[in-house]
């Protein structure tokens, strides 16, 4: 008889395939009884890499078209990075597992310098405002300049010499097996981008016994500070061009999360909260709501929520 089947939905980018042969090869092993097959999806932002992420359609370039096929049955999983998933899924899809945190911090590309080290006024590629934010705040001779591409093209550029340095995740670089390329860390006040680091997996809400399935394969710990972070960034309203970042983290039962966001993408506010993990999204808004408090007082005329 002929087993049934898993089908994995997955973008073409190394990255993204890497990622899903993780979860393929977990599967194979808990579920021997099933067989898996890795269908490759491509995406808006994977079809636009030559314009910035700000012009494409709107947040989610990266999930979409893999959630609409998860919707019309292409397809039973589909793995994201979490920091591309949008905040609200569409209905009828859920995330069935949060995967262990991989390492969620930013660094820095370049052509061996550090960041303290790195010349007066050298050019750095990123198109986050996040964190271009973060960069000037800490270093505001740089310049920063528009680079996409792949996480492979982002780094040629800077060893071809196009641009002295790139802001990566580490999580990526560390999964491509690039880890070598990081020259440089950034002080801890620098946060990455809300669930950056963790993948999650997204199924159909009905599909109950994949869902019983992939339960076990989330992680707790990840699960709590991620819920935290995007709690966060709905609470800021930002949609994936706002500069906003956060970081929770469990540290004996208590859940930290830090935050930070620049709505004028030239002042930071930044802030932290602890508190129980069982209330991770509250926490979430409670320190939004914190931190807009704080900017409405400090830039009463570029105050963006009365
Ligand atoms: N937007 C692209 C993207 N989405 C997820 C990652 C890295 C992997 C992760 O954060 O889990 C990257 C590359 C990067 O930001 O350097």
Known sequence: MKKPKFRIGSRASRLAMVQTSMVQCWLE???????????????EGDRKLGISLGELSGPGAFVKELEQALLEGRID???HSLKDMTIKLPEGLMIGAVLERDDPRDVLVTRGFKFDELP???????????????????????????????????????????IDGAVLAAAGLRRLGREEAITGYFPESFLPA????????????????????????????????????????????????AAVGALGTVEDGRLRLRGMFSPD??????????????????????????MKTTWNALYPEAAVWK
Not at 29 to 43: A, L, W, Y
Not at 150 to 160: A, S
């Open 77 to 79: 999983i589909a793995v």
């Open 265 to 290: 993408h030239r002042h930071i506010v930044s802030d932290e909260i602890a508190g129980d993990p069982e209330n991770a999204e509250k926490l979430g808004a409670s320190l939004a709501e914190k």
């Open 120 to 162: 007066l006024g050298s050019m750095i590629g990123t198109d986050s405002p996040r964190r271009a934010v973060q960069l000037l705040n800490l270093r505001p001779d740089l310049k920063v300049q528009t680079l996409r591409g792949n996480v492979e093209t982002r780094i040629g550029r800077v060893t071809e010499g196009v």
């Open 194 to 241: 809300p669930g950056q680091g963790a993948m999650a997996i997204e199924a159909r809400q009905d599909d109950l016994e994949l869902l019983e399935i992939l339960r076990s394969l989330n992680h707790a710990g990840t699960a709590v500070a991620v819920t935290a972070e995007r709690g966060f960034l709905a609470a800021m309203g930002g949609g994936c061009r």
């Open 29 to 43: 092993k808990h579920c021997p009884g099933f067989e898996v097959e890795v269908i490759k999806i491509s995406t």
